[in-house]
């Protein structure tokens, strides 16, 4: 088997796991920029943050025969200093240059206050000025659906967004018609106590479909498993679903939208 | 666009036999949860705090598992939902707690 995860934060990950996503068949891992678990406290803090994304987390990965991609942003935990945001996003574009950036991500919202909003419009700016992919999170729990609206409502009123170029992340059943209904790709995340289960994620393909969808795992420093993707293959071969299905849904979906940046090319044969 | 129906309408043909091993599979596992749930709402109970807002939209939530319409899942999850739809003056500096209290922020 052979999988692509595309959300994983695996700076705060163990060697333990590299080994173990790679012997679960990871073909690679990209990795979105997130918050640290506490508010960086300068431009410069980020700018160490995006070296690390850029320069030395590959370089780990590569110790392990994984190819590893970032995308680069502030989080929207930390988009209530508008300063320290606008003086983080003009800074942002001595990075894209760089040969494992894909985008711009994960953007988005976590509490729904005007001033996240006011960063995330800024950053669809910067990604549609500099023709990057986006990739956005939508807020935690009871948040959720109103964020996602109130996302999908901003990207739709940006002349130069194009919902092809777009994943919409950590969708759960409330919230992923809104994002495939638009034209956006979907993103479902697999936590053990919150977003969605691997039996759920299995759901979600039988009632939407297939096309513009890809499962991951969003491991970080909180409870989650950089397994989560590979294990939702067996949910899949258990419900019958053949080999094919498994390798469209995690290997060649994420692969086709990811493949929409000239830099994601994997030496692995397609098919 | 999305193909979406409801919950009981696959999008495209389910593999043969699936129905058996959605049932063995999965009945252990989720018969397990439903004890928690049940042991969890006898427990804050026990411990006086039912009342807690948390509390009460579990079980507001709990009454959709036998209501005997679809979309069950999708549906807890709206109950549980900001049901407004501006965006926050300000942001309260807290994590999102799982279920909405108007007054919250
Ligand atoms: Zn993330």
Redesign the interface.
Known sequence: MRYIEPHGHMVSRTTDDYQAMVAAGCAAVCEPAFWAGYDRGSVEGFRDYFRQLTEYEPARAAKFLLPHYSWLCLNPKESEDLKLAADVLAMIPEFLGKKNVLGIGEIGLNRNTRNELKVLELHVDLAVRHDQLILVHTPHLEDKKKGTQLIVDLLRSHRGVKPGRVIIDHVEEHTIRQVLDQGYWAGITLYPDSKSSPPRAVDMLEICGRDRIWLNSACDWGVSDPLAVPKTALEMRRRGYDAEFVDQVLYQNPLRFLAQCPRFVLSQPAG | ???????R????P?????GA??VD??FIPVRAKLLEVAAFLDRVERHEVADDFRCEALREAAQVLVDGRP?R??RI??K??????E??????G???????RPVQ?
């Open positions: 666009m999305s193909n979406s129906r409801d919950s309408s696959p999008v495209s389910l593999p043969p036999g699936s091993a959605v599979t999965g979309e899942a999708r999850l709206e549980l939902s900001d049901p407004t739809s965006p926050d003056a300000i942001s309260s807290k994590a999102a707690l799982g279920a909405w922020k």
